[in-house]
């Protein structure tokens, strides 16, 4: 079955450490997404990609970085520097004009 | 004018009632319009797609006025199973960034 795949569902770490989200999708798609959600809050954009090896900041890329060196591969990286890092991070894919598909989601917990 | 924006709500419904909220938009350019369920900590889920031509899927009717920018998504004979956020999507252009609407919280109420 087609679909993408977020891993781990549930992620801890110590404060000052990176991290790495992973997000695969089979769905031969050429955009992928990340967004992070707050609770009850709406989803906001961190960064998003329209092809391999290119992709754009969203609305909040600081402290976070990612890369597309693959059609179906779209890591993202919660780096130190971010201030906030606790949140879900959901990553999702699309086609021109199709709706966006998601992934399971990520839930990052930083102590 | 934001970009997307819905009422939060929340809205408090009687089952078996006939509920109805909108979403405007501001770029009168954009190209495509989704509606998404979102249940508490899960990941949106794809509801409707939304047609110049209004749109309907079983108890769920979606259409779109171009001319006021806005979309709307009516529930007829709602369920307790309807409760959740209601997430207004537009696609400007592609390539450009997707915009979600905040969500509409909606209870169902027994």
């Known amino acids: 079955d087609g679909g993408i795949t977020q891993s781990p569902k549930y992620l801890f770490r110590k404060e000052g450490q990176n991290v790495t989200l992973s997000c695969e999708q089979n769905?031969?798609?050429?955009?992928m997404y990340w967004y992070r959600q707050d609770p009850g809050q709406g989803l906001r954009l961190i960064y998003y990609?329209?092809?391999?090896?290119?992709?754009q900041k969203g609305d909040i890329a600081e402290g976070y970085s990612v890369s597309r060196e693959k059609k179906e591969s779209f890591p993202l990286t919660v780096t130190s520097a971010q201030k906030n890092p606790t949140a879900f991070y959901l990553c999702?894919?699309?086609?021109?004009?199709?709706?966006?598909?998601f992934g399971n989601g990520t839930r990052l917990t930083v102590t | 004018r934001k970009e997307v924006e819905q009422d939060p709500g929340p809205f408090n419904v009687p089952e078996g009632a006939t509920v109805a909220f909108n979403c405007t938009y501001s770029?009168?350019?954009?190209?495509?319009f989704f509606w998404y369920r979102q249940d508490c900590r899960k990941e949106p889920k794809l509801l409707m797609s939304?047609?110049?031509s209004g749109n309907e899927d079983g108890r769920f009717t979606a259409q779109l006025n171009r001319a006021s920018q806005y979309i709307s998504l009516l529930i007829r004979d709602s369920k307790l199973s309807d409760s959740a956020t209601y997430l207004c999507?537009?696609?400007?252009?592609?390539?450009?960034?997707?915009?979600f609407g905040k969500g509409t919280r909606l209870h169902i109420l027994p």
């Open positions: 999507v537009v696609n400007p252009v592609y390539g450009d960034k997707i915009i």
């Open positions: 770029n009168s350019a954009s190209q495509s």
């Open positions: 990609s329209q092809i391999v090896n290119d992709f």
């Open positions: 769905l031969n798609h050429d955009a």
């Open positions: 999702a894919s699309s086609d021109k004009n199709s709706p966006l598909h």
């Open positions: 939304v047609y110049s």
